[in-house]
């Protein structure tokens, strides 16, 4: 498998001839970006590689589809080149085209000739604090799994806060990469709330899957993610058992054997 991080929450994965791309987000910086209920946020970068330079894209998994920092104007003007769009049931309907929602533990599968079957699950994410998700709205992580995986799937996180529905996922499956959303979201109207994880929230959840890699993303720019790279290093450094061991940074723009 190989994994480019592009920038933010966007990501190109590669495996077995499949192109799959998660949130994309393809503006230039600079913009100011509003997330409702007074909620907003610039973009200070953009990404590392140009859309037009990104080729053929087989799948997008968009976490969901209403923050900009996660679909922003020009990751939507790709949707419909791709050959499907797995998102929440909402943002599907929103969207519809090519786009098919997912329920938290629903799942399907992406067939091509002479390519391996991936199947593709949905799992719980809760983009905030509890009983927020009339306000934040529905969000989904996604977990890869095809033939010839040694040691578990492959997780995307997505936008979400360490709570019981990723401890689920701890218990229902074996993840061997994991990409972390991390950033530990927070604006001023709400004050120190979060609406991503934290490193500190990583580290539990590593402690829990125990994967042979975790990826970290959606750390960098953006205004509103509060925790980057130094401080997400120093909550794992401390963690006992190990647990950082096995965090892995990957350089923004460069494909990368996982």
Not at 71 to 94: E, H, I, N, W, Y
Not at 194 to 213: D, I, K, N, Q
Request: with cysteine; proline share 8%.
């Amino acid at each position: 498998m190989r994994l480019t991080h592009i920038g933010g929450p966007t990501a190109l994965i590669e495996v077995g001839g499949w192109r799959l791309l998660t949130d994309p987000t393809f503006d230039p910086p600079g913009r100011r970006y509003g997330f409702g209920w007074g909620a907003a946020s610039h973009k200070i970068a953009g990404p590392t590689v140009r859309l037009s330079k990104l080729g053929r894209i087989d799948a997008v998994l968009l976490s969901h589809d209403h923050h900009g920092d996660n679909l922003d104007d020009a990751g939507r003007a790709m949707l419909p080149s791709a050959g499907v769009v797995l998102t929440t049931v909402p943002g599907a309907k929103r969207l519809g085209g090519n786009a098919l929602g997912l329920a938290p533990w629903g799942a399907t599968r992406l067939e091509k000739p002479n390519r391996p079957t991936i199947e593709v699950t949905a799992t719980p994410c809760r983009h905030g604090p509890p009983m927020s998700r009339l306000i934040t709205g529905d969000v989904v992580g996604f977990a890869l799994s095809w033939d010839g995986q040694q040691d578990g799937v492959l997780w995307v996180t997505g936008d979400t806060v360490m709570y019981d529905g990723l401890r689920q996922v701890a218990d229902r499956l074996k993840v061997d990469t994991a990409l972390l959303h991390l950033g530990g979201v927070r604006f001023p109207v709400t004050g120190p709330v979060r609406y991503s994880m934290t490193g500190r929230g990583a580290v539990e959840l590593c402690r829990l899957l125990r994967p042979r890699t975790a990826i970290p993303v959606h750390y960098e720019g953006w205004s509103h993610f509060r925790q980057g790279r130094d401080a997400v290093d120093g909550q794992f450094a401390e963690a006992p058992g190990g647990i950082g061991q096995n965090l892995r940074w990957v350089p923004l723009g460069v494909p990368v054997a996982v």
